[in-house]
């Protein structure tokens, strides 16, 4: 393309250009998200929320959401919720002592209306581990809000 853009060039026909392959025909109306299938795509490994929604917007890009109306916000009130998880991937951990490399498991907790965040990492997802990582995120965070709410990456 060259600038400045011809005269006689729609914004429906800019569109095609960008995007060739969706259809840019103009809506007043906005196509609702499927959202069950939203829902399954974000439990596969590295899917976002970000990620679908640009698939979303790119799809559809005269009649589509914004990221911000796609992700609904939702209201949390303070020290209520706590979203724990486990984020799905393995880290290698280095023994200083053996050499040996181990992989360990990442548990995230974070506070539904400030976004404060725990990260910390424990060898194994046994019990003994999983309560662990809970302790020291209550310590770090200095309390335990009323609710725990589980997720993770590989699903719910």
């Given amino acids: 393309m060259s600038c400045p853009l011809p005269a006689k060039l729609d914004d429906n026909q ?4 960008f ?3 969706a259809d840019t025909s103009v809506s007043s109306r906005y196509q609702v998200p499927d959202w069950s299938a939203a829902h399954q795509a974000l439990k596969r490994k590295g899917m976002t929320k970000q990620l679908l929604g640009e ?16 992700c609904v916000r939702q ?4 020290s209520e919720e706590c979203f724990v998880g486990d984020c799905g991937q ?18 995230v907790g974070v506070l539904g209306v400030s976004n404060y ?12 581990d999983w309560l662990g ?24």
């Fill in 55 to 70: 698939e979303y917007a790119q799809q559809r890009p005269n009649r589509c959401y914004s990221y911000s109306q796609f």
């Fill in 14 to 17: 800019l569109a095609q250009r």
């Fill in 117 to 128: 965040t725990y990260a910390g990492a424990a060898l194994t997802q046994s019990l003994p």
């Fill in 19 to 21: 995007y060739p392959g």
């Fill in 90 to 107: 393995a880290v290698p951990v280095l023994c200083a002592g053996t050499g040996e490399v181990r992989q360990a498991q990442v548990f």
């Fill in 75 to 78: 209201t949390h009130l303070a």
């Fill in 133 to 156: 990582s809970r302790v020291r995120m209550f310590a770090f965070f200095g309390g335990c809000p009323e609710l725990l709410l589980s997720w993770s990456y590989r699903g719910f």
